[in-house]
């Protein structure tokens, strides 16, 4: 099985220049929790994942070993994010994305996830996106082909 055989073609994608708030919109709107980033001529340029999106608004270990009675109250830290709502997504985002291709193994792609501790990836032909995989959408390809699921999935 390939990746063109599971992957989602319709992908919500985002510019560096898209800012914290709105980014954060669309991932709730569309229940995704990571989203490609592409320059104005459509290439890659990173991804924006939840996870980029808490380091923004929570302290780093250093800083919270640091500053540890600031951090403790966590009301007021929740504050920060009035400070990065606005900021682009190129500040936070991850720029050396790992990738794959449409006719890579499915396998390939779910062993890659697991070995790198990332939940979705990119998929690009040519420098574009055509197309994002999760390990959700690899477990359920492979459970519906290979142990005939399909009524439960």
Do not use: C
Request: glycine share 4%.
């Amino acid at each position: 099985m390939k990746i063109r055989e599971v992957m989602r073609t319709k992908v919500v994608t985002i510019t560096p220049e898209t800012t914290y708030e709105e980014a954060a919109r669309l991932m709730h709107k569309h229940k995704f929790s990571g989203l490609p980033v592409v320059d104005n001529a459509g290439n890659l340029a990173g991804m924006l994942s939840e996870k980029d999106l808490f380091r923004a608004i929570y302290p780093d270990y250093g800083n919270y070993m640091a500053e540890s009675e600031i951090h403790h109250d966590l009301e007021a830290s929740e504050d920060k994010i009035q400070e990065v709502r606005t900021q682009p997504v190129e500040k936070f985002m991850t720029r050396k994305v790992i990738t794959i291709r449409p006719d890579s193994p499915v396998l390939a792609a779910g062993g890659l996830m697991l070995a790198k501790h990332i939940h979705r990836l990119p998929v690009v032909d040519n420098d574009k996106v055509v197309g994002i995989v999760s390990r959700e959408d690899i477990y359920r390809a492979i459970l519906k082909k290979r142990l005939k699921l399909r009524r439960w999935l």
